[in-house]
């Protein structure tokens, strides 16, 4: 494709011009639900008038629809960006992204949708759809998808469809709960997904931080302890990753403890294990529900996490060595191709 692309450049560079500006103009709508001329010319840094003769060429194709509260995209449109997005992707050069992140890491795949989620919410969302049709691509009849928690999770679950129900699909929170918005708990994301897609879910009501004394208590509960099989037996598990001192004050961690993790290196935080740069875990909380040696046993494991700020922490999760899937942003995968970057120059000595 790449080859095709730049023949294409040479002989009609225009083409190519303008099938991009119309590509971002249907992206932006999407990515917005609804959205003003002027709002999305301000958003595109294009004039009124030249957006003008482009939404009205791609309203006339059946790709835009205008009323009073703004623009939307049909669902012609939509398929359409979807469908062109392997296209448009290798041709602003994030497939080469992908490529380099995904071999540096031995990763199946790897997918980087254009956007920093540090600063822009639509991005967040992007990066929702995203994990959502790798997930929706890699279900089979009687699977168990275990999910986590968190903002990127919870957009997921807001974004995803499909085109018919998933009967015998079933739903699971990858652990328990902690002290934060209930839209983003990992059974709030469990149960939207089995709403929006057809699917079941089972819910798990523990608190995610458990001393080991209360751990222990309730491994004896039988249903408790049947949930918790079920969890582990996933096929699927979907998990964001976040910054290890960010999501140990959101746990309400001891100072000692978080002194002692900062003293060892903690970068970054999934499913409730600490790691150090190397990837290597330097803390675990005593937790019910799924644990890291479970994703060995799992056939697909997709991480998603965007935002130039947690470059490092995907960095150091991946390391570990058990995502087979990384669903990413631009802004996290510039910083991740400047830390493969330096280490490949380091080994070069």
Same mark, same amino acid.
Request: charged share 30%; proline share 2%.
């Given at each position: 494709?790449?080859?095709?692309?730049?023949?294409?450049?040479?002989?009609?560079?225009?083409?190519?011009?303008?099938?991009?500006?119309?590509?971002?103009?249907?992206?932006?709508?999407?990515?917005?639900?609804?959205?003003?001329?002027?709002?999305?010319?301000?958003?595109?840094?294009?004039?009124?008038?030249? $957006?003008?003769?482009?939404?009205?060429?791609?309203?006339?194709?059946?790709?835009?629809?205008?009323?009073?509260?703004?623009?939307?995209?049909?669902?012609?449109?939509?398929?359409?960006?979807?469908?062109?997005?392997?296209?448009?992707?290798?041709?602003?050069?994030?497939? +080469?992204?992908?490529?380099?992140?995904?071999?540096?890491?031995?990763?199946?795949?790897?997918?980087?949708?254009?956007?920093?989620?540090?600063?822009?919410?639509?991005?967040?969302? +992007?990066?929702?759809?995203?994990?959502?049709?790798?997930?929706?691509?890699?279900?089979?009849?009687?699977?168990?998808?275990?999910?986590?928690?968190?903002?990127?999770?919870?957009?997921?679950?807001?974004?995803?469809?499909?085109?018919?129900?998933?009967?015998?699909? $079933?739903?699971?929170?990858?652990?328990?709960?902690?002290?934060?918005?209930?839209?983003?708990?990992?059974?709030?994301?469990?149960?939207?997904?089995?709403?929006?897609?057809?699917?079941?879910?089972?819910?798990?009501?523990?608190?995610?931080?458990?001393?080991?004394?209360?751990?222990?208590?309730?491994?004896?509960?039988?249903?408790?302890?049947?949930?918790?099989?079920?969890?582990?037996?996933?096929?699927?598990?979907?998990?964001?990753?976040?910054?290890?001192?960010?999501?140990?004050?959101?746990?309400?961690?001891?100072?000692?403890?978080?002194?002692?993790?900062?003293?060892?290196?903690?970068?970054? +935080?999934?499913?409730?294990?600490?790691?150090?740069?190397?990837?290597?875990?330097?803390?675990?909380?005593?937790?019910?529900?799924?644990?890291?040696?479970?994703?060995?046993?799992?056939?697909?494991?997709?991480?998603?996490?965007?935002?130039?700020?947690?470059?490092?922490?995907?960095?150091?999760?991946?390391?570990?060595?058990?995502?087979?899937?990384?669903?990413?942003?631009?802004?996290?995968?510039?910083?991740?191709?400047?830390?493969?970057?330096?280490?490949?120059?380091?080994?070069?000595?």
């Amino acid at each position: 494709m790449r080859e095709w692309i730049e023949l294409q450049q040479r002989l009609v560079p225009d083409l190519l011009e303008v099938m991009a500006k119309r590509y971002v103009i249907l992206s932006q709508v999407m990515k917005s639900e609804s959205i003003g001329r002027r709002a999305l010319a301000a958003a595109l840094s294009m004039t009124e008038r030249t $957006l003008r003769a482009e939404a009205d060429f791609l309203k006339a194709q059946g790709l835009l629809e205008a009323n009073a509260a703004g623009m939307r995209i049909t669902d012609a449109g939509r398929r359409l960006v979807e469908s062109l997005a392997p296209f448009m992707s290798e041709l602003s050069g994030l497939s +080469e992204l992908e490529r380099l992140i995904r071999d540096h890491f031995r990763l199946r795949e790897v997918i980087v949708v254009p956007g920093d989620a540090d600063e822009a919410r639509e991005t967040k969302r +992007e990066l929702g759809r995203a994990a959502g049709r790798v997930l929706i691509r890699s279900l089979q009849g009687g699977d168990v998808v275990a999910v986590t928690g968190g903002t990127t999770l919870a957009a997921l679950a807001e974004t995803i469809t499909v085109d018919q129900p998933l009967k015998g699909v $079933l739903f699971v929170p990858a652990r328990g709960g902690f002290g934060e918005s209930m839209d983003y708990q990992a059974n709030t994301i469990a149960s939207t997904l089995a709403k929006r897609t057809g699917a079941a879910y089972r819910l798990l009501h523990v608190p995610d931080h458990l001393s080991e004394d209360a751990y222990q208590s309730l491994m004896l509960e039988p249903n408790v302890r049947e949930m918790v099989e079920v969890i582990r037996k996933s096929r699927i598990v979907v998990h964001g990753i976040g910054d290890a001192m960010v999501m140990a004050r959101r746990r309400k961690m001891d100072t000692r403890t978080m002194d002692a993790m900062r003293a060892e290196g903690a970068l970054a +935080e999934a499913l409730g294990y600490y790691f150090d740069k190397s990837g290597t875990v330097i803390h675990r909380m005593s937790t019910v529900g799924l644990r890291l040696d479970d994703l060995e046993k799992a056939e697909h494991v997709i991480a998603v996490a965007g935002g130039s700020s947690k470059g490092e922490a995907i960095a150091a999760v991946l390391r570990y060595g058990q995502d087979d899937v990384l669903v990413t942003d631009e802004g996290a995968a510039r910083r991740l191709e400047a830390i493969i970057r330096q280490e490949r120059q380091q080994a070069d000595g």
